[in-house]
């Protein structure tokens, strides 16, 4: 019976997040490290960025810039989401394997999610999303996409623009002072 409880319980905060999350963000999909199913939801009211990586790209030291954007600003409200693909041929390992790469050659510490498709028809819902939205797929690895707060404001850059660019770094700052100008409320 206790466990009928419990069940309860998750179902009613899983009802009441599902209420609050951006559709954007109405997604689940399997975590890297052990496959178990991850509500995209638990992101919503946070700054998101998704970006589609490969372990065998020209862009792969990417992973570092992006790393070091979670630990700056994690606490401010950001959270970055990566998702392996080999759309572009350069992810030919398993998933145990990107794993072990990405954290022990670059400390990776966001959340990454299983090997996945990332362009064409059967891209994952949430990237069929992200096109939709901004008018572009992603044209090579490491493609971005900030997502707002709130999921209505959507900006994608370029595999060709590093996590530490100004303007990259800009839009984040951006994206996450939006909270902290609702949370005040207007100026007296």
Known sequence: MANLGVAHSAADSATATAATCPPVLHHTVARLQDEKPQNLCQYAGQVVVVVNTASFCGFTSQYKGLEALHAKYKDKGLVVLGFPSNDFSQEPESNAKIADFCENTFGVKFPMFVKT????????????????????????????????????????????????????????????????????????
């Open 117 to 188: 498709t990332v362009k064409g028809a059967g891209a994952l819902p949430l990237f069929k999303q992200l096109a939709e939205q901004t008018g572009t797929t992603p044209k090579w690895n490491f493609y971005k996409y900030i997502i707002s707060r709130d999921g209505k404001t959507i900006k994608s850059f370029s595999s060709m623009t590093n996590p530490q660019d100004k303007s990259f770094v800009q839009e984040i700052e951006k994206q996450l002072a939006e909270k902290q100008a609702i949370v005040k409320g207007p100026a007296s």
